[in-house]
Protein backbone atom coordinates (compact mmCIF):
# COMPACT_ATOMS: atom_id res chain seq x y z
CA UNK A 1 0.00 0.00 0.00
CA UNK A 2 1.15 3.07 -1.29
CA UNK A 3 1.80 5.72 1.73
CA UNK A 4 1.67 8.86 0.06
CA UNK A 5 0.18 9.21 -3.07
CA UNK A 6 0.74 12.39 -5.32
CA UNK A 7 -0.53 14.03 -8.49
CA UNK A 8 -0.14 15.40 -10.83
CA UNK A 9 2.49 12.41 -12.46
CA UNK A 10 3.39 15.81 -15.10
CA UNK A 11 3.17 19.49 -15.66
CA UNK A 12 3.97 21.90 -17.85
CA UNK A 13 3.17 25.44 -16.54
CA UNK A 14 4.34 28.91 -18.55
CA UNK A 15 7.07 30.77 -17.08
CA UNK A 16 5.64 33.22 -14.38
CA UNK A 17 3.19 31.06 -13.74
CA UNK A 18 2.21 29.30 -10.52
CA UNK A 19 3.18 25.29 -10.34
CA UNK A 20 0.41 23.15 -7.74
CA UNK A 21 1.77 19.52 -6.86
CA UNK A 22 -0.45 17.58 -3.98
CA UNK A 23 0.24 14.77 -1.84
CA UNK A 24 -1.86 13.13 0.44
CA UNK A 25 -0.93 10.44 3.37
CA UNK A 26 -1.96 7.76 4.99
CA UNK A 27 -0.54 7.81 8.46
CA UNK A 28 -1.20 10.04 10.57
CA UNK A 29 1.83 8.97 12.84
CA UNK A 30 3.83 11.28 9.55
CA UNK A 31 4.91 14.29 11.47
CA UNK A 32 7.41 15.50 8.82
CA UNK A 33 6.51 16.39 5.18
CA UNK A 34 9.59 17.26 3.25
CA UNK A 35 9.30 18.28 -0.74
CA UNK A 36 12.64 16.81 -2.80
CA UNK A 37 13.72 18.28 -5.90
CA UNK A 38 15.67 16.16 -8.33
CA UNK A 39 17.27 17.68 -11.77
CA UNK A 40 17.85 15.15 -14.24
CA UNK A 41 21.59 12.96 -13.65
CA UNK A 42 21.35 14.02 -10.14
CA UNK A 43 20.34 12.65 -6.64
CA UNK A 44 17.09 14.16 -4.85
CA UNK A 45 17.68 17.34 -2.78
CA UNK A 46 15.69 18.82 0.10
CA UNK A 47 13.64 22.03 -1.27
CA UNK A 48 11.48 22.75 1.83
CA UNK A 49 10.07 21.19 4.69
CA UNK A 50 7.28 21.28 6.98
CA UNK A 51 5.73 19.92 10.48
CA UNK A 52 1.88 19.21 11.21
CA UNK A 53 2.18 21.99 13.91
CA UNK A 54 1.30 24.75 11.39
CA UNK A 55 -0.41 25.28 7.64
CA UNK A 56 1.93 26.86 5.84
CA UNK A 57 5.44 27.25 5.12
CA UNK A 58 7.45 29.76 2.57
CA UNK A 59 10.43 30.02 1.34
CA UNK A 60 11.16 32.57 -1.67
CA UNK A 61 9.13 31.29 -4.36
CA UNK A 62 8.41 27.89 -3.01
CA UNK A 63 5.37 27.69 -0.49
CA UNK A 64 3.95 24.50 1.23
CA UNK A 65 0.41 23.96 2.46
CA UNK A 66 -0.63 21.49 4.89
CA UNK A 67 -4.11 20.42 5.62
CA UNK A 68 -3.76 18.02 8.47
CA UNK A 69 -7.55 16.95 9.34
CA UNK A 70 -7.45 16.12 5.36
CA UNK A 71 -4.37 14.37 5.16
CA UNK A 72 -3.13 16.56 2.62
CA UNK A 73 -0.08 18.89 1.65
CA UNK A 74 0.76 20.13 -1.10
CA UNK A 75 3.68 22.63 -3.41
CA UNK A 76 3.30 25.68 -4.84
CA UNK A 77 5.73 27.56 -6.90
CA UNK A 78 5.56 30.95 -7.72
CA UNK A 79 6.55 32.84 -10.47
CA UNK A 80 7.63 29.56 -12.08
CA UNK A 81 10.72 30.03 -13.90
CA UNK A 82 12.13 27.49 -16.74
CA UNK A 83 15.33 26.74 -13.95
CA UNK A 84 12.54 25.11 -11.90
CA UNK A 85 11.94 22.09 -14.69
CA UNK A 86 13.33 19.14 -12.75
CA UNK A 87 11.20 16.23 -10.97
CA UNK A 88 9.48 17.08 -7.57
CA UNK A 89 8.68 14.81 -4.75
CA UNK A 90 6.72 14.63 -1.78
CA UNK A 91 7.76 12.75 1.08
CA UNK A 92 6.39 11.71 4.70
CA UNK A 93 8.04 10.06 8.00
CA UNK A 94 8.58 10.21 11.45
CA UNK A 95 10.43 13.33 12.80
CA UNK A 96 13.88 12.54 13.55
CA UNK A 97 13.95 10.18 11.76
CA UNK A 98 15.04 9.84 7.63
CA UNK A 99 12.97 6.69 6.55
CA UNK A 100 11.30 8.79 3.94
CA UNK A 101 7.74 7.11 2.39
CA UNK A 102 8.29 9.05 -1.08
CA UNK A 103 5.26 9.90 -3.62
CA UNK A 104 5.80 8.57 -7.04
CA UNK A 105 6.95 12.29 -8.45
CA UNK A 106 6.02 15.19 -10.54
CA UNK A 107 7.89 16.16 -13.45
CA UNK A 108 7.62 19.81 -13.96
CA UNK A 109 8.08 21.63 -17.26
CA UNK A 110 8.37 25.30 -16.93
CA UNK A 111 8.38 26.91 -20.47
CA UNK A 112 9.88 30.07 -21.40
CA UNK B 1 32.80 19.34 1.19
CA UNK B 2 32.05 15.80 -0.95
CA UNK B 3 28.60 14.88 -1.51
CA UNK B 4 27.38 11.55 -1.73
CA UNK B 5 29.03 9.54 -4.50
CA UNK B 6 28.01 6.30 -6.03
CA UNK B 7 29.69 3.93 -8.18
CA UNK B 8 28.34 2.90 -11.08
CA UNK B 9 26.35 5.67 -12.48
CA UNK B 10 24.72 3.20 -14.80
CA UNK B 11 25.08 -1.08 -15.27
CA UNK B 12 23.32 -3.03 -17.38
CA UNK B 13 23.40 -6.80 -16.86
CA UNK B 14 22.14 -10.08 -17.86
CA UNK B 15 19.10 -11.80 -15.80
CA UNK B 16 21.31 -14.16 -13.46
CA UNK B 17 24.04 -12.29 -13.42
CA UNK B 18 25.60 -10.41 -10.09
CA UNK B 19 25.90 -6.90 -9.65
CA UNK B 20 27.44 -4.43 -6.48
CA UNK B 21 26.43 -0.68 -5.93
CA UNK B 22 28.83 1.21 -4.41
CA UNK B 23 28.04 4.24 -1.86
CA UNK B 24 30.41 6.48 -0.32
CA UNK B 25 28.58 8.95 1.75
CA UNK B 26 29.67 12.08 3.54
CA UNK B 27 32.02 11.90 5.94
CA UNK B 28 31.55 11.28 9.22
CA UNK B 29 27.65 10.78 8.37
CA UNK B 30 26.90 8.15 10.94
CA UNK B 31 23.50 7.08 8.89
CA UNK B 32 23.25 5.77 5.73
CA UNK B 33 20.28 4.44 3.77
CA UNK B 34 19.43 2.79 0.74
CA UNK B 35 16.78 3.64 -2.07
CA UNK B 36 15.18 2.61 -5.29
CA UNK B 37 12.85 4.17 -7.49
CA UNK B 38 11.57 1.22 -10.08
CA UNK B 39 9.98 3.03 -13.47
CA UNK B 40 8.36 6.33 -13.05
CA UNK B 41 6.66 4.62 -9.44
CA UNK B 42 7.83 6.39 -5.95
CA UNK B 43 11.25 6.21 -4.22
CA UNK B 44 11.03 3.05 -1.74
CA UNK B 45 12.88 2.78 1.27
CA UNK B 46 15.55 -0.81 1.07
CA UNK B 47 17.71 0.06 4.61
CA UNK B 48 18.99 2.15 7.00
CA UNK B 49 22.95 1.52 8.96
CA UNK B 50 23.89 3.52 11.82
CA UNK B 51 27.31 3.56 11.34
CA UNK B 52 28.37 -0.60 10.36
CA UNK B 53 25.43 -2.01 12.36
CA UNK B 54 21.84 -2.53 10.28
CA UNK B 55 19.34 0.12 12.16
CA UNK B 56 16.12 -1.08 9.63
CA UNK B 57 15.99 -3.69 6.73
CA UNK B 58 12.61 -3.67 6.26
CA UNK B 59 12.78 -2.37 2.91
CA UNK B 60 14.63 -5.10 1.33
CA UNK B 61 12.69 -6.76 -1.51
CA UNK B 62 13.98 -10.34 -0.28
CA UNK B 63 17.68 -12.48 0.44
CA UNK B 64 18.84 -11.59 -3.50
CA UNK B 65 19.87 -8.27 -1.72
CA UNK B 66 22.38 -7.62 0.54
CA UNK B 67 23.71 -4.78 1.59
CA UNK B 68 26.96 -4.13 3.96
CA UNK B 69 28.91 -1.68 5.66
CA UNK B 70 32.47 -1.99 6.05
CA UNK B 71 33.77 -0.41 8.94
CA UNK B 72 30.86 2.39 8.99
CA UNK B 73 32.06 4.09 5.93
CA UNK B 74 31.19 3.13 2.26
CA UNK B 75 28.63 0.63 2.11
CA UNK B 76 28.12 -1.97 -0.60
CA UNK B 77 24.57 -3.15 -2.11
CA UNK B 78 24.99 -6.97 -4.07
CA UNK B 79 22.50 -8.22 -6.06
CA UNK B 80 22.69 -12.21 -6.79
CA UNK B 81 20.90 -13.71 -9.13
CA UNK B 82 20.01 -10.00 -10.68
CA UNK B 83 16.24 -10.49 -11.45
CA UNK B 84 14.25 -8.67 -14.06
CA UNK B 85 12.23 -6.14 -11.60
CA UNK B 86 15.56 -5.87 -9.82
CA UNK B 87 15.96 -2.91 -12.86
CA UNK B 88 15.52 0.94 -11.41
CA UNK B 89 17.50 3.33 -9.89
CA UNK B 90 19.02 2.94 -6.73
CA UNK B 91 19.76 5.62 -4.71
CA UNK B 92 22.20 6.27 -1.37
CA UNK B 93 21.68 8.79 0.80
CA UNK B 94 23.56 9.76 4.14
CA UNK B 95 23.24 11.92 7.14
CA UNK B 96 24.57 12.85 10.47
CA UNK B 97 24.15 11.28 14.01
CA UNK B 98 21.19 12.72 15.53
CA UNK B 99 17.39 14.02 14.95
CA UNK B 100 16.42 16.30 12.53
CA UNK B 101 19.17 16.25 10.56
CA UNK B 102 18.81 16.48 6.16
CA UNK B 103 19.65 13.20 4.05
CA UNK B 104 21.91 14.51 1.45
CA UNK B 105 21.05 11.86 -1.40
CA UNK B 106 24.13 10.49 -4.06
CA UNK B 107 23.10 10.72 -7.63
CA UNK B 108 22.10 7.18 -7.96
CA UNK B 109 22.63 4.26 -9.92
CA UNK B 110 20.81 3.03 -12.79
CA UNK B 111 20.78 -0.71 -13.02
CA UNK B 112 19.22 -2.29 -16.13
CA UNK B 113 18.63 -6.33 -15.52
CA UNK B 114 18.48 -7.64 -19.56
Same mark, same amino acid.
Request: hydrophobic content about 30%.
Given at each position: ???????????????????????????????? !???????????????????????????????????????????????????????? !???????? !????? !??????????? | ????? =??????????? =?????????????????????????????????????? =??????????? *?????????????????? *??????????????????????? =????????
Amino acid at each position: QQQVKQSPQSLIVQKGGISIINCAYENTAFDY !FPWYQQFPGKGPALLIAIRPDVSEKKEGRFTISFNKSAKQFSLHIMDSQPGDSATY !FCAATLYN !FNKFY !FGSGTKLNVKP | EAGVT =QFPSHSVIEKG =QTVTLRCDPISGHDNLYWYRRVMGKEIKFLLHFVKESK =QDESGMPNNRF *LAERTGGTYSTLKVQPAE *LEDSGVYFCASSPQGGNTEAFFG =QGTRLTVV
